[in-house]
């Protein structure tokens, strides 16, 4: 009879299941955020996985999420250390591009909402805020990312977060102005 459900192995497998599993989407979510590109984005959470997984043993089981968001930011940063400008030539190859996760071209509900309900002005009123509030403004609005989780993601503290994005929704509106709140009372 096999042991292999009592090995180390299949303890970590199991764990896996369990602990990571589970938050694979909110990793690609941010991830996307963070290189806003989906094909950089599951490279980067691939990376982050095989990391998270060959750490499992030392992960004392307390708040999963911040812990592999922080796995998530400090990949990311290796990453972006190791890469190199690379000119892509062919356009359409980048856009043949399929993703790792099976979700076959399926827009997340986010990106259509992203995409159908946001209007230019909030796009561009959210694009022009400084990278640092942007970053907050996505991670805790868009990403439904508590303000801890975030605060791991970016390795800063959470009343940080919570001031940039104060900031961030200020300048919004500010950006925003009348004909975004008269709209939306017209709603």
Request: net charge negative.
């Amino acid at each position: 009879m096999s042991d292999a459900t009592t090995s180390p192995d299949a303890e970590r497998r199991r764990a896996f299941g369990e602990v990571i599993e589970p938050e694979i989407e909110v990793m690609l979510r941010v991830a996307r955020s963070i290189t806003g590109s989906a094909a950089d984005a599951e490279d980067l959470v691939q990376e982050s996985l095989i990391r998270a997984f060959r750490a499992l043993d030392r992960f004392d089981g307390r708040h999963p999420r911040a812990w592999l968001l922080t796995i998530l930011r400090n990949t990311h940063l290796n990453m972006q250390r190791r890469r190199r400008p690379i000119a892509i030539d062919d356009a359409e190859l980048a856009r043949a591009a399929r993703p790792a996760f099976g979700s076959a071209g399926v827009p997340s509900a986010e990106d259509s909402f992203v995409t159908d309900e946001l209007g230019a002005a909030l796009q561009v009123a959210v694009d022009s805020l400084d990278p640092r509030f942007r970053s907050a403004l996505i991670l805790v609005d868009v990403h439904d990312l508590s303000y801890t989780d975030a605060a791991a993601l970016l390795g800063i503290p959470p009343g940080t977060v919570m001031s940039r994005l104060s900031r961030a929704r200020q300048k919004v509106r500010v950006a925003l102005g009348p004909t975004f709140a008269t709209s939306e009372r017209e709603l």
